[in-house]
Every structure is written in structure tokens, then in C-alpha cells.
């Protein structure tokens, strides 16, 4: 017999987001492969390896982070993190003299 690990069920991050029409963007493992263990194993450590922050534009479904299960030195699954949503890169608005001269490729 054996146990499953399903650490990652639910598990939902509020990640910020510079440069986007919205401020954060939320990850998550939405699917994930069963972690089958042997009743006498120990639990895997869990480490989450996810930026401070994310750049936009982000696509739903982007890879922006991962969730590692090691025992010792050895990595046993990754899962990644995946955006739930889009953000869209923040339209900049220019100065005056910029727009100028962007358009006579100055």
C-alpha cells in the first residue's frame, strides 16, 4: 500500500506584477502528477522556487514558478506554477518631444 501526496492541491500564490494593467497575477499547480509514496517513506521536502515578482505581458497558463520535491539531494518531481490569468503590458504613455521624435527617427 501506499500514500499520495497532493501538497499542491489548492495551492494558490498572489505573485506582483510590474508593468501590467493589473498589479499581481495569481499561480498555481493546476495539474499536477500523483506522488505516490510507500507507507515507511518519509514526506519529500517541498520548496517553492517562484521570483518576488513577475513582468508583463503574462499569458494564462505561462510558467512562472515551480514546486520541487526532493529527498536529499535528489529531486523526485517538479510541478510548475502556471499564471491563472493574463496581464497585459501597461500602455506608457510618452512626452510630447519623445513622440517628436520617435517619428522622425531621432
Known sequence: ??????????LSIS???VGGDSDTVYISARNFPAIV???EEDD???????????VAPIREGQVLGMVRY??????IA?????????????????????????FLNL
Not at 500500500?1 to 489548492?10: A, E
Request: hydrophobic share 40%; with cysteine.
Open 78 to 102: 517538479t510541478i510548475p506554477l502556471l499564471a491563472e490569468n493574463s496581464v497585459a503590458q501597461k500602455a506608457v504613455r510618452l512626452p510630447f518631444w519623445d513622440k517628436i521624435k520617435n
Open 15 to 17: 505573485l506582483p506584477v
Open 44 to 54: 519529500p521536502e517541498l520548496s517553492l522556487e517562484v521570483n518576488h515578482f513577475a
Open 70 to 75: 526532493k529527498r536529499g539531494a535528489e529531486t
Open 1 to 10: 500500500g501506499g500514500r499520495v501526496l497532493d501538497d499542491c492541491k489548492g
Open 37 to 39: 509514496l510507500r507507507k
